[in-house]
C-alpha cells in the first residue's frame, strides 16, 4: 500500500537553480495536485490535475511548472528557485474528477518535500 | 484574512482526558467541512469529511459536528492516546476548491 510516494524527503538549492519534485500515486487516482505549506498559513494550492494531459493553476502557481503525461505521475517543476520557494511541499490525489463527484472524496497526501532555498 | 479560523491555536492535554478543537468557517456557499490529522514531518490524513446534510460523523475516537446556521464545526477527541499527538486541520470545500485553516496543535502528555 504505497499511495501517494513524493520524492525526495529534501533538498536546499540555491537561488536561480531549478529543479523536479517527484510524486507517484498507486491508487488510479484521476485528480492530483500540489500544494504548499508555511508556517502560520493553511495549505495552498499550486497547480492540480484532473487527468493525464489535463493541468491547472491554483492559488499560487507562479514560479511553477507541471505536466502529466501518466495517470500515476504528477511531477512539479521550480524553474529558478527564489528563497520565497522555501516551504513543505505537499502532492495529493483523490478519487474522482468532476466537480460534483469529487466534492465527498478524501484526498490523500504523501509525506511531502521539505525544500530550502538559499 | 483566513475564511477558515481554528481554536485553540495548540492545547495540551493528559492521556485518557477528552477534548474539543473548534472550526469556524466564513466562506459560503457551503459545500463540505473536513477534519484531517497531520503527524509531525507527515502528510495530513483524512478523518471526516461532512456534507451540508450531515451534522455528525464519527470515526472511532474522533467525532466531527456541524452547525450550517452558524457556520461552526468541532472535533471531539474522547479517551485521548499519545499517537493522537499532532495537527488536527479545518477545511471547507470540495474538488480543487479546498480552504484550510492553520491547524490545532494537539499535545497529549502521560
Known amino acids: 500500500n504505497a499511495g501517494v510516494t513524493q520524492t525526495p524527503k529534501f533538498q536546499v538549492l540555491k537561488t536561480g537553480q531549478s529543479m523536479t519534485l517527484q510524486c507517484a500515486q498507486d491508487m488510479n487516482h484521476e485528480y492530483m495536485s500540489w500544494y504548499r505549506q508555511d508556517p502560520g498559513m493553511g495549505l495552498r494550492l499550486i497547480h492540480y490535475s ?12 507562479n514560479g511553477y511548472n507541471v505536466s502529466r503525461s501518466t495517470t500515476e505521475d504528477f511531477p512539479l517543476r521550480l524553474l529558478s528557485a527564489a528563497p520565497s520557494q522555501t516551504s513543505v511541499y505537499f502532492c495529493a490525489s483523490s478519487y474522482s474528477t468532476g466537480q460534483a463527484s469529487s466534492y465527498n472524496s478524501p484526498l490523500h497526501f504523501g509525506n511531502g518535500t521539505r525544500l530550502t532555498v538559499t | 484574512k483566513n475564511q477558515v479560523e481554528q481554536s485553540p491555536q495548540s492545547l495540551i492535554i493528559l492521556e485518557g482526558k477528552n477534548c474539543t478543537l473548534q ?5 459560503s456557499p457551503f459545500s463540505n467541512l473536513r477534519w484531517y490529522k497531520q503527524d509531525t514531518g ?3 490524513v483524512s478523518l471526516t469529511i461532512m456534507t451540508f446534510s450531515e451534522n455528525t460523523k464519527s470515526n472511532g475516537r474522533y467525532t466531527a459536528t456541524l452547525d450550517a446556521d452558524t457556520k461552526q464545526s468541532s472535533l471531539h477527541i474522547t479517551a485521548s492516546q499519545l499517537s493522537d499527538s499532532a495537527s488536527y486541520i479545518c477545511v ?10 492553520t491547524g490545532t496543535q494537539l499535545k497529549v502528555e502521560l
Do not use: H, M, S
Open chain 1, 50 to 61: 484532473v487527468g493525464a494531459g489535463i493541468t491547472d493553476q491554483g492559488e499560487v502557481p
Open chain 2, 23 to 27: 472550526c469556524n468557517y466564513t466562506v
Open chain 2, 42 to 44: 507527515r502528510g495530513p
Open chain 2, 92 to 101: 471547507w470545500g470540495g474538488g480543487n476548491k479546498l480552504t484550510f485553516g
